[in-house]
């Protein structure tokens, strides 16, 4: 992703990004310094039955007292599931794009894009990458 111009969210899928990605939150984010805010990683199990996720502690650009706290999950032994979970989100948020993409030239599955209120507390959302579908939770 080309993070110099990139700056707009949209619909999937997007040449921004070239292989497969996952849009758990698309959108200006920003980690604000002497915050604790950190994308965090980790790998949990054991193979084959491996979980990897990703933890995001970040806030909007312009508005650090906006917090935004979700995972994004992936799992060896089910490799066509992502998983995103949002432990808390700003109310009002409006403009980020969800979803999964294969490629700039798809396909992918959007769950949302700059709608109002499209996730909020303890949201889940699970993709089929294979299927081309999502589950909300």
């Not at 700056?7 to 292989?19: E, K, Q």
């Not at 994308?39 to 917090?67: K, L, W």
Request: charged content about 5%; hydrophobic content about 30%.
């Amino acid at each position: 992703m080309d993070c110099t111009n990139a700056y707009s969210n949209g619909n999937l899928p997007t040449t921004n990004v070239g292989g497969p990605t996952a849009f758990a939150f698309w959108d200006d984010l920003i980690i604000y310094g002497s915050t604790g805010q950190m994308v965090y990683y980790s790998t949990t199990g054991t193979a084959p039955n491996r979980i990897t996720g990703f933890e995001y502690y970040t806030s909007p650009v312009s508005t650090p007292a906006q917090y935004y706290h979700f995972q994004i999950l992936f799992y060896e032994n089910l490799p066509n599931i992502v998983k995103y979970v949002y432990f808390e989100i700003y109310a009002g948020s409006s403009s980020a794009t969800i979803g999964v993409q294969q490629s700039s030239s798809g396909p992918s599955t959007t769950y949302s894009v700059n709608q109002a209120y499209a996730v909020s507390y303890n949201t889940t959302l699970i993709f089929d990458t294979n299927a081309g579908t999502y589950t909300r939770l």
